[in-house]
């Protein structure tokens, strides 16, 4: 916290300057000491902020190259398997008299995550 914190002993001259100069000066010394206080709070935020705040670690290029490429496997890896799968599961739910929706609408939610993290890793 700042050296210029504002005390008890502040707040009790600020009211007797403003009772002893009365309504003329009132305004001034109520704003002076708002500003003083505005002043504080100011500075308690900025350390808040200051102490919340991480720096960002700058990304490894290898590393980064090693993990699109693991991603990309990744991806190819469950279409090759995950597409014959979902047919069959398909089939056999339309089989057994259920409709096969769900096991599209999974793929559309598996679709978009991959779509995240490709626009993720592209950004970088």
Request: charged share 25%; aromatic share 6%.
């Amino acid at each position: 916290m700042s050296d210029s914190s504002v005390t008890g002993q502040d707040i009790r001259a600020a009211a007797e300057v403003h009772g002893e100069l009365g309504p003329e000066y009132g305004d001034a010394v109520v704003e002076s000491f708002l500003a003083r206080i505005d002043k504080q709070i100011e500075a308690r935020v900025d350390e808040r902020l200051a102490a919340v705040s991480r720096p960002r670690r700058p990304v490894d290029p290898a590393r980064l190259s090693k993990f699109r490429l693991a991603f990309g496997g990744l991806v190819a890896g469950s279409a090759v398997v995950g597409i014959p799968l979902t047919v069959l599961a398909a089939q056999a739910r339309s089989e057994a008299g259920n409709s096969p929706k769900a096991l599209f609408v999974i793929w559309v939610v598996v679709l978009a995550v991959y779509g995240l993290v490709a626009y993720r890793l592209r950004r970088r």
